[in-house]
């Protein structure tokens, strides 16, 4: 297969230099005022809906089968559909789709009499990648003892870890088609049906988990995983078929166009896939390190991650949704919009994890006490867990600015292109498509020499620095390939106010801590505590002048104490 395949044969002109928001005359056109605060409201709801059932899953998961060789073996098992998540739904698939399909909806608009080139796209990518989604499912369910021995080599429990391997493998071909389902349709500024898979998959695995543990054990939640993985691909066919219909119908017989077409790259996908996948590798080290610790280590790291990510979360789905935003701007080559945009991101994100990473090293251990301390979770499994947390802590910030910069960086070379794109072949360019790749791999390289110098010693918070080190590596390398790129971050801007929600960071750590410690009971230090990081990260930011809390601070001011007649007639000009 060669690297450029003419796919699409439609007419297109140079990019556009007009803003990415103007509307166009075609079915989509770009989002009017307020969506982005609708579909944020919208994403926000159903992700935290589904992190509270993700979350109602691991709780459930450490009542019934608390810490122990049988959870490490599902926890091997789940690095399956832990590494096809990321690659095949939030993370590779979108990377590669969201920009396509922008492309695709940028040429409707400007030639609004030509063959629909979305369904053209559908046509010539959908296929395939079915094939190979079915391909890799059997191969890794053929090849999971194989797989199960280069994880955790020192497994005490390798069969129970290969039956629920395989059990997983099914989750390859569903996560694909969830992922490319949802790619198009927030591409077509839709977000309600995608923001909800995560709502259907938790459930499918609460439903399985519950009817099954007692005659299945824990191989009933390797089953539940396969069984939401389906519920969430079935979720979003109905949403994208009615999408595919509103486009203009594809005409099958017309005159030969003259032009340049759009091309199909599919070895695109080669360095978002090396991203992606070493990225993830920060997991297979904790997995093949941690199974040569004491039994329930994997565990407790588990516990601590999935914590820890829902801070994470909540900065990722800033991006999740001004995504596709910034896809079309590339596409219609308006680099300005989407740098400024690329660094409002930045910045939000930032605010949003900070926070969130303030509270959990304030409060680790009443949150992990009034979470999981029940049933087969006892005191111990508590506080080896809140020291993880606290220490993964430190890699949080990091891991938000990676998902926030690395959409654009790829919405740059996405799977499609137009035929008439000058630099598309430009050496220099295709070598830069592998930077984030090389730049993880240096991260997991720090990672892996961490890890192994501090784990003797200090066991999962050895791992847990590693994660920490590693991934903040990265981060710093691909803040400066975004740039090399050629989207014009201004770095001492976005450094500058990344430096002062820090500090504001830091100093509600403290506090929160200091605050919550003064109470035994866990949900009251975890209210103090909290109560106290928020209201010191909100007063520490607008002191130190980070917009990104002050502004919020103050439309929040406004609200409580709204201004009089004879105030508004004070302001100049009326303002």
């Not at 945009?341 to 969130?356: P, S, T, Y």
């Not at 891991?399 to 790829?410: C, D, E, H, N, T």
């Not at 498509?433 to 991260?443: E, F, K, S, T």
């Not at 999962?460 to 989207?487: F, K, P, Q, S, W």
Request: glycine share 10%; hydrophobic share 55%; charged share 15%.
């Amino acid at each position: 297969m060669t690297t450029d395949q003419p796919a699409l044969a439609s007419t297109l002109p140079a990019p556009r230099t007009a803003p990415a928001d103007e509307a166009g005359p075609g079915p989509d056109p770009a989002p009017r005022r307020g969506f982005l605060a609708r579909a944020f409201g919208i994403t926000a709801v159903l992700s935290a809906a589904g992190s509270g059932l993700g979350l109602l899953r691991d709780l459930l998961l450490a009542r019934l089968f608390g810490a122990n060789q049988g959870t490490d073996a599902f926890l091997v098992a789940w690095t399956v559909p832990e590494t096809a998540a990321p690659l095949l739904i939030e993370d590779a698939m979108s990377f590669l789709m969201v920009p396509a399909f922008a492309l695709a909806l940028v040429l409707r608009e400007e030639h609004p009499d030509a063959p629909d080139p979305v369904r053209q796209l559908v046509r010539a990518t959908l296929p395939w990648l079915l094939l190979a989604l079915t391909g890799l499912a059997l191969a890794t369910a053929v090849g999971a003892p194989q797989l199960v021995e280069l994880l955790a080599p020192g497994l005490a429990n390798p069969g129970l870890a290969v039956t629920c391997t395989r059990i997983t493998a099914i989750t390859v071909l569903p996560f694909g088609v969830a992922g490319y389902l949802a790619a198009a349709l927030r591409a077509h500024h839709r977000f309600t049906a995608p923001a909800g898979i995560y709502v259907a998959y938790n459930l499918g695995i609460l439903a399985v988990l519950l009817g099954g543990h007692a005659f299945l054990g824990v191989r009933s939640a390797a089953l539940g995983v396969a069984v939401g993985s389906v519920l969430m691909a079935a979720l979003l066919v109905g949403p994208f078929l009615r999408r595919l219909r509103a486009g203009r119908p594809l005409r099958r017989h017309r005159p030969r166009q003259a032009g340049q077409a759009l091309v199909l790259m599919p070895l695109a996908l080669l360095p978002v896939a090396a991203f992606t996948l070493t990225r993830q590798s920060q997991v297979f080290v904790e997995r093949y390190l941690g199974s040569a610790l004491p039994p329930g280590t994997i565990s407790h790291l588990n516990y601590a991650a999935k914590v820890s990510q829902l801070a994470m979360t909540a900065g990722i789905l800033i991006c999740t949704v001004t995504f596709p935003l910034v896809a079309r701007a590339l596409a219609a080559g308006d680099l300005t919009a989407a740098r400024d945009r690329v660094e409002k991101d930045l910045g939000q994100a930032a605010a949003v994890v900070l926070l969130g990473t303030a509270f959990l090293m304030a409060c680790a251990p009443s949150v992990v006490s009034l979470l999981f301390q029940r049933g087969a979770f006892g005191p111990q499994d508590t506080a080896a867990t809140a020291e993880v947390i606290r220490v993964y802590s430190f890699g949080l910030p990091a891991q938000a600015l990676i998902g926030v910069m690395i959409r654009p960086y790829f919405s740059l070379r996405p799977v499609v292109r137009r035929a008439d794109d000058p630099g598309t072949d430009d050496g220099g360019r295709r070598l830069l498509d592998w930077y984030p790749a090389a730049a993880m791999v240096l991260g997991l390289g720090v990672t892996v020499a961490v890890g192994l110098l501090a784990t003797p010693r200090f066991g999962a918070l050895g791992l847990a620095a590693g994660n920490a080190a590693g991934i903040t590596t990265a981060a710093a390398l691909l803040l400066r390939g975004l740039v090399l790129r050629g989207i014009p971050l201004r770095l001492r801007r976005v450094l500058g106010g990344h430096g002062r929600l820090l500090a504001a960071a830091a100093g509600a750590t403290l506090l929160g801590a200091a605050v919550g410690g003064l109470a035994a009971d866990p949900l009251l230090s975890t209210l103090l505590g909290g109560l106290t990081v928020a209201l010191a990260f909100a007063a520490l930011g607008t002191g130190l002048g980070a917009r990104e809390v002050r502004g919020p601070v103050l439309a929040v001011a406004r609200v409580l104490n709204p201004p009089t007649a004879a105030d508004e007639g004070k302001l100049p000009h009326g303002q």
